[in-house]
């Protein structure tokens, strides 16, 4: 069924398709019977995870960027995914960067985003953090925001955010905002969570670091966050490629920072998962917990029940 909604889907741009899909979602969730239904057809076998004392009900979740604005919680969590991150979400709504931004590549199972944290902002994403499995938001900062001033975007971000979510995820690693990846670098990431004040902080970082500066980073957020998302996309076709070409990249980085984080330090592992065997390469490589985007767009709603069930 679904490969030929894709194919419908596919004929489409591919923000276009996204909008078609997302609007869609939007309508089912609020059919109490439609949305009872599909969480019937998408129950999973329980596996919980444990993690800084959260139940997750399978370790599999959906990553940000998908579900920006928070609009889709419910349909997601029908679906079966573990747990659902939102955003990311600046202080102030903006537009994000002009259209077309977002490319699909078939051949390679990937995407290309060039988005530039398009979202509603803050105060009203706030409003739509209800969620029947943990739920964090991906926050960073105004497009036009100096970096000297982006730990205080970082900060509103929480104190706005924060109340209604079970984890706050910090990005400093998207490509599409120019120099944010700058505040990878220690003396920024120390002043960020610094002035992020929530129960669990993840900080999400990018695959494109060179061993010395994931050293200094790892230091940084074992001192001062609750753990780490391996890995955002790469920079490596001009713009965020995320999907199978990242699998082996942000794998690699996972297994570098669980070396360097040592035993008992949870990470997220996220690129390139499209099968059960990359679910448990990247458990190998050191996460606790996986997130999923791109296979979503290319292998369809049945995905997160799917690879719980080959668990």
């Known amino acids: ?67 920006k604005n928070a609009t889709m919680i419910p349909f997601l969590a029908a679906l079966g995914f573990g747990f659902i991150e939102v955003g990311t979400v600046t202080p102030r709504p903006q537009p994000g ?21 398009n979202n509603d902002g803050a105060d009203a994403v706030a409003e739509r953090l209800i969620a029947p499995v943990p739920l964090f938001v ?42 944010l990846r700058d505040l990878q670098r220690p003396e920024h990431l120390e002043k960020i969570l610094g002035v992020v004040h ?24 074992v001192k001062r966050a609750s753990g780490m998302i391996c890995t955002n996309t790469t920079i490596a076709e001009g713009g965020g490629l995320s999907g199978a070409p990242l699998m082996a990249k942000s794998t690699e980085i996972l297994a570098k920072v669980r070396k360097n984080a040592g035993v008992g330090y949870p990470l997220i592992g996220v690129g390139g998962i499209f099968t059960a065997d990359d679910v448990r390469a990247k458990m190998a490589a050191g996460a606790d917990l996986v ?6 767009i290319y292998e369809g709603p049945a995905l997160p029940s799917r690879l719980a069930r080959a668990l």
Not at 34 to 41: F, T
Request: hydrophobic share 45%; charged share 25%.
């Open 291 to 296: 997130q999923l985007y791109t296979s979503f």
């Open 138 to 179: 991906n926050i960073g900062k105004n497009k036009d925001t100096p970096l000297e001033n982006a730990a205080d975007d970082y900060a509103i971000c929480a104190n706005k955010l924060g109340p209604r979510a079970d984890a706050i995820v910090i990005n400093v690693s998207s490509p599409n905002t120019p120099s």
């Open 198 to 221: 929530h129960e669990r902080v993840f900080v999400k970082i990018a695959p494109d670091i060179d061993d010395a500066l994931l050293g200094e980073i790892c230091d940084v957020c």
């Open 1 to 67: 069924m679904y490969r030929l909604i894709r194919k419908l889907l596919f004929a489409a741009g591919a923000e276009t398709a996204h909008e078609l899909a997302a609007a869609q979602m939007m309508r089912l969730q609020q059919i109490a019977i439609v949305l009872r239904a599909i969480e019937a057809l998408c129950r999973v076998p329980e596996r919980p995870v444990e993690l800084l004392g959260l139940t997750f009900r399978t370790p599999i979740g959906i990553a940000a960027g998908f579900d």
């Open 97 to 117: 960067n002009p259209k077309p931004r977002l490319f699909r590549l078939p051949e390679q199972r990937a995407l290309i985003n060039r988005m530039g944290f």
